[in-house]
């Protein structure tokens, strides 16, 4: 299954020791995996296809090589591109579709992170800034190595952060003077803290032991009903952004379908025999 994963930057496999669970790696270790636009197309073309893969019921997202899981966009290649431009002839107008035109792409490939339908374990280590920021917040649950370093550092190069981290880190802490003091300071801040203000659920020595440990979160989601874990997400996602009463009217109509499962009374039966259930493919 993994040639029907080939993308460059990317790195997918499928651990035989972890039934249904695609580990994703950013593999691009030489640049510390700094973001170019090929990169953010084709991540979000990987996990398009992961929420759809019915072999799939739960990801690990990490990235190759010791330093860094991504140490954001590579401000290299963004001020030879777009950024680059100084054509005074252009309307300011026409402009400024084009750039909004850029950056809602660009937004709208980390949001297919959290869009998948399947629950996304990070794993982050060494430099994690900027866009890292914004990547990891897109996805469900955040576990860190100890030698992590946040950042949300756009202020620092003259932008206001502008994919996703403004609208998604608040959310995740719920602590908006931390954010605050972070964003427009754009001063790092290593994995204790990040634990402290509950934006990571764990800290582990190591990458690789970080890893580890996503996989087997993941791999206990994977062994969940597909249904419950896929309903759970959205339904989660759902309720961040709306009232309590709508995310209550929005359960009942959700579960009125999902509870005609066949995988409640699966469940249950296995749970009374004192053994492991099994779950159709969603």
């Known amino acids: 299954m993994a040639e029907n994963y080939s993308f460059k930057y990317f790195t997918v496999k499928f651990p035989t020791d972890h039934q249904y669970v695609a580990h994703v790696e950013i593999n691009r270790p030489e640049r510390l995996n700094a973001f170019i636009e090929v990169m953010w197309e084709n991540m979000a073309k990987i996990f398009n296809k992961l929420s759809s893969d019915p072999h799939v019921r739960a990801v690990v997202l990490s990235g190759a090589g010791a330093k860094a899981f991504t140490t954001g966009l590579d401000v290299k290649a963004a001020s030879e591109g777009l950024l680059s431009s100084d054509d005074t002839k252009t309307d300011p107008a026409r402009k400024a579709v084009a750039f909004r035109r850029h950056i809602s792409a660009f937004q709208d490939c980390i949001t297919a992170v959290e869009r998948c339908e399947k629950p996304v374990v990070v794993a982050l280590h060494g430099f ?23 950042g949300v550092k756009e202020v620092d ?27 427009l ?98």
Request: net charge positive.
């Open 157 to 183: 190069i003259g932008l206001a952060a502008d994919i996703g981290t403004l609208s998604r880190l608040p959310k995740v802490v719920g602590n908006y003077g931390w954010v605050k003091e972070v964003a």
């Open 128 to 150: 994690s800034l900027g866009l890292g920021i914004d990547l990891s917040t897109a996805t469900d649950v955040r576990l860190c190595a100890r030698d992590t370093r946040f």
């Open 185 to 282: 300071t754009a001063r790092e801040f290593g994995a204790e803290e990040a634990l402290r203000v509950g934006f990571v659920n764990a800290v582990y020595d190591t990458r690789e032991a970080t890893i580890v440990a996503a996989l087997k979160l993941a791999s206990l989601m994977a062994s969940k009903s597909p249904v419950a874990v896929q309903g759970t997400k959205e339904i989660l996602n759902y309720s961040r952004d709306h009232s309590v009463q709508d995310g209550l009217r929005y359960t009942s109509v959700w579960n009125s379908a999902a509870l005609q499962t066949q995988d409640v009374s699966a469940a249950l039966l296995s749970g009374l025999q004192k053994r492991t259930p099994t779950f159709e493919k969603l």
